[in-house]
């Protein structure tokens, strides 16, 4: 398989779901102008907010994401992971965090509705209760199998503090990892870059990490740094702490090469 460039965007998306869509649409363009063919947003791109306007807003937001992300795909001929955006469950006032892959004809070839949901009283004295407004996903999240572009698993952001999901992403074969986040900045200090590099080396895979970054709405604010992690750990791109992409190459020859030198996938005594 050829190599091919991979990016992941990082955005300080707000409650307000126009702006939003124009900050994503800005560095997709950007990252597609520099080469790109797999492009990804952070969790929550097209809103973030106090939960209680996410709701009142939740029908329009699915609508435009999912239009925007199909638009966005057929009109820059390349695939786009749409990190998370909130869909309404039915008749209970309550969402799934969704992350959608939509292919360059529009359509979507996969998705994920965020199973581990992230319920933190967290040190800086901010409490997080995703599970108010979320409903948890059923579903064992699936691997995409594209022959240019390789094997996708997709997960969301509390995911990555919980290995056995990526490790059966691995097993099913999946090359790369998508981690899209909207990591607060108090735990991503110590946490965000560590816990990304470990699910890299442990299924010797790529991993792509697209992320929200500074201060969101109110005391929300997001660590940053999106990432691509090739799978030796080694930190191909890091887009800081500024909205902006982070772009690097996706190299079968080096997962293949790490494979064979590290082949660790093999000696699994548990799955």
Known sequence: MKSYLAAAIQMTSVPNLEKNLVQ???????AVHQGAELVSLPENFSF????????????????????????????????????SYPVPVDNIGK???????????????????????????????NTYRESSTVMAGQQIPPIYFDEKLGNIGL?????????????????????ILFIP??????????????????????NTAYVIAPAQTGVNYARRQTHGHAMIIDPWGTILADAGEKPGVAIAEINFSRLEQVRRQMPSLQHRVFI
């Not at 994503?24 to 950007?30: K, V």
């Not at 992350?99 to 979507?108: A, C, F, H, R, V």
């Not at 986040?181 to 442990?202: N, S, Y």
């Open 24 to 30: 994503a649409e800005e560095f997709i363009d950007l």
């Open 48 to 83: 973030m907010g106090e939960e209680k306007d996410k709701l009142a807003q939740v029908e329009a937001i699915a609508k435009e994401s999912e239009i925007f992300l199909k638009k966005m795909a057929q009109r820059y001929q390349v695939t786009i992971l749409g990190g």
């Open 95 to 125: 969402v799934y965090n969704t992350s959608t892959l939509i292919d360059p004809n529009g359509q979507e070839i996969a998705h994920y509705q965020k199973v581990h949901l992230f319920d933190v009283n967290v040190p800086d004295g």
């Open 155 to 175: 997960s969301v952001c509390y995911d990555v503090r919980f290995p056995e999901l990526y490790r059966h992403l691995s097993h099913k074969g999946a090359d």
């Open 181 to 202: 986040a909207a990591f607060t900045a108090f735990t991503g200090k110590d946490h965000w870059q560590v816990l990304l590099q470990a699910r890299a080396i442990e």
